[in-house]
């Protein structure tokens, strides 16, 4: 029997990257799966194909993590499709890079607005639906623990906040049996950061393996969180960094 047989997923940002690759392999696993997106409808409906092919029940929603209303309403949307919730994965993100003094405010209220306010609401909504066995893991970045080049100010400062509220979700949230843990992928191969762009050389130099990570890297280790292996895991902080924090 799969190893996700019967549970249901909510994963944010899942149409492509990294939470395309967390959606497809909790699918693989036996979960049926809903996930967010903004405004890439066709690699959705893809993502969607992709989970029907291994047996399982798909479901695309489309909400903008910065939109409050739409976000908090995509888990009761899941819920009321798919009967139940059992795991939420936050992936959700936005990148930009640039020198410190010429971060925009859009940017900025964005970067918050997505992987601050956004990450606690729907977590907030998710809570409510989660039972004993509940699992919830958040998508930080190495840049929260180290930061090998400048440029990444706003985007390093939103990621850490995750990093506490996965502390204190897992010691609010253990006396019910519902895990929270944080994964903090390095430099992955993914459109916002393609292992052949113009910097990847140098991000290299700074990754002990000498090579990027893949989205199914960081699927590997989210599988390994929300199923039985990681029943006794909570409140950790992971790296798939290939060694670029150590």
Do not use: C, W
């Amino acid at each position: 029997m799969a190893s996700l047989a019967g549970r249901v997923a909510l994963v944010t940002g899942g149409s492509r990257g990294i939470g395309a690759s967390v959606v497809r392999r909790l699918a693989q696993d036996g979960a049926d799966v809903a996930f967010t997106y903004r405004e890439a409808e066709q690699s959705a409906k893809a993502v969607v194909a992709d989970v029907e092919s291994y047996g399982r029940t798909g479901l695309a929603i489309r909400a903008d993590s910065a939109d409050a209303t739409a976000l908090t309403g995509a888990v009761s949307h899941a819920v009321a499709e798919l009967g139940r919730l059992d795991i939420l994965v936050n992936n959700a993100g936005v990148f930009s890079s640039g020198p410190f003094e010429e971060v925009s405010l859009d940017y900025l209220d964005r970067a918050i607005a997505v992987h601050v306010r956004g990450v606690f609401l729907v977590t907030q909504a998710a809570v409510r639906h989660l039972g004993h066995g509940g699992r919830i893991v958040n998508i930080g970045s190495s840049f929260a623990s180290r930061v090998p080049a400048p440029g990444v100010s706003a985007y390093a400062m939103t990621k850490s906040a995750i990093n506490g509220l996965t502390r204190a979700l897992a010691r609010e949230l253990g006396p019910r049996g519902i895990t929270v843990n944080l994964v903090l992928p390095g430099s992955t191969d993914t459109d916002m950061n393609p292992a052949d762009s113009t910097g990847a050389d140098a991000q290299r130099s700074h990754i002990a393996l000498g090579r990027y990570g893949t989205p199914d890297d960081v699927a590997a280790t989210v599988s390994h969180l929300v199923g039985e292996g990681g029943r006794h895991i909570t409140g950790a902080s992971i790296a798939i960094d290939g060694g670029s924090t150590v």
